[in-house]
């Protein structure tokens, strides 16, 4: 089992900054991929940034210049730093972690953790 948890959400103002954490913790032998979703009021899940454990990075044109990820490989934690935020940033933001785990077989595992909220209002 491999439980993810997000934190950082909360209320910025346009052209704030937040930072998103995410811990990955259980039973996890390797880590293949760390990714931030998003899920705004009436939309779809859409990607927001991943980072591999090869050490790409990929970001959709909405957020590439204002978002970086980065990840504390050791500690299983990923992060989401989000500057110059508008109001179409403003969503559910999800922390997605795809790996496997501890066990002989090595299984594959793909979490999600609860979301966070981003609120971007003036």
């Known amino acids: 089992q491999v439980q993810v948890v997000e934190s950082g959400g909360g209320l910025v103002q346009p052209g704030g900054s937040l930072r998103l954490s995410c811990t990955a913790s259980g039973t996890i032998g390797g880590i293949h991929a760390m990714s931030w979703f998003r899920q705004g009021p009436g939309k779809e899940r859409e990607l927001v940034a991943t980072t591999t454990s090869g050490g790409s990075t990929y970001y959709p044109d909405s957020v590439k210049g204002r978002f970086t990820i980065s990840r504390a490989t050791a500690l299983n934690m990923v992060y989401l730093q989000m500057n110059s935020l508008r109001p179409e940033d403003a969503a559910v933001y999800y922390c997605?972690?795809?790996?496997?785990?501890?066990?002989?077989?090595?299984?594959?595992?793909?979490?999600w953790g609860q979301g966070t909220q981003v609120t971007v209002s003036s």
């Open positions: 997605n972690i795809r790996g496997y785990d501890s066990s002989q077989s090595r299984s594959l595992f793909d979490s």
